[in-house]
T-cell receptor, first 113, second 115 residues
Framework: GAGVSQSPRYKVAKRGQDVALRCDPISGHVSLFWYQQALGQGPEFLTYFQNEAQLDKSGLPSDRFFAERPEGSVSTLKIQRTQQEDSAVYLC???????????FGSGTRLTVV | GENVEQHPSTLSVQEGDSAVIKCTYSDSASNYFPWYKQELGKGPQLIIDIRSNVGEKKDQRIAVTLNKTAKHFSLHITETQPEDSAVYFCAASMGYGGSQGNLIFGKGTKLSVKP
């Protein structure tokens, strides 16, 4: 597609529920990043994929967070047993290798109640 | 690790005036400095970037300057227009390939341009 597509746009989850957030990167973009953006803050790095390989997951805040990109295109960020502090906008970005500047999606706003 | 500080947090200007947003970074190994504009309900959009081997870069009404010695960089917007109103983020990374491309963002500046 023309841009990075994320779904759903909005998700309300009850505390303790599992959620799955989807990212469709730009076709051909090898690099894929997930960021978490709390209200009024800048995005914070969660994890990075190069094709299907998850090369950096140092930003994942706990073992409740899990990301995958099994075929090197679509990626899913899964959060188990959601907590209120997980409420944030989750942004996905993709880029070509060795190319400056990401293209971000519009994000998924997760609200845990 | 890298830390990026951004000032001011809010900035209000009259249409036609200039706006300046400043950022400092802590890790001298950082060498790529992009600026993103984020409108309400949208993801950040890259507006300009600079690499550490360049001191200044300009694109129409937008310019970025970099002082490697002082570890600070600034965004300059001239002849501001109401559509420039948004939240602006500076960021730093140690490159843009692979995991070196992880961006460390500032906390953002909310720019309001009054007609």
């Amino acid at each position: 597609g023309a841009g990075v597509s994320q779904s759903p746009r909005y998700k309300v989850a009850k505390r303790g529920q599992d959620v799955a957030l989807r990212c469709d990167p730009i076709s051909g973009h090898v690099s894929l990043f997930w960021y978490q953006q709390a209200l009024g803050q800048g995005p914070e790095f969660l994890t990075y994929f190069q094709n299907e390989a998850q090369l950096d997951k140092s930003g994942l805040p706990s073992d409740r967070f899990f990301a995958e990109r099994p075929e090197g295109s679509v990626s899913t960020l899964k959060i188990q047993r959601t907590q209120q502090e997980d409420s944030a906008v989750y942004l996905c970005a993709s880029s070509l290798p060795q190319t400056p500047g990401y293209t971000f999606g519009s994000g998924t706003r997760l609200t845990v109640v | 690790g890298e830390n990026v500080e951004q000032h001011p947090s809010t900035l209000s200007v009259q249409e036609g005036d200039s706006a300046v947003i400043k950022c400092t970074y802590s890790d001298s190994a950082s060498n790529y400095f992009p600026w993103y504009k984020q409108e309400l309900g949208k993801g950040p959009q890259l507006i300009i970037d600079i690499r550490s081997n360049v001191g200044e870069k300009k694109d129409q009404r937008i310019a970025v300057t970099l002082n490697k010695t002082a570890k600070h960089f600034s965004l300059h917007i001239t002849e501001t227009q109401p559509e420039d109103s948004a939240v602006y983020f500076c960021a730093a990374s140690m490159g843009y390939g692979g995991s070196q491309g992880n961006l460390i963002f500032g906390k953002g500046t909310k720019l309001s341009v009054k007609p």
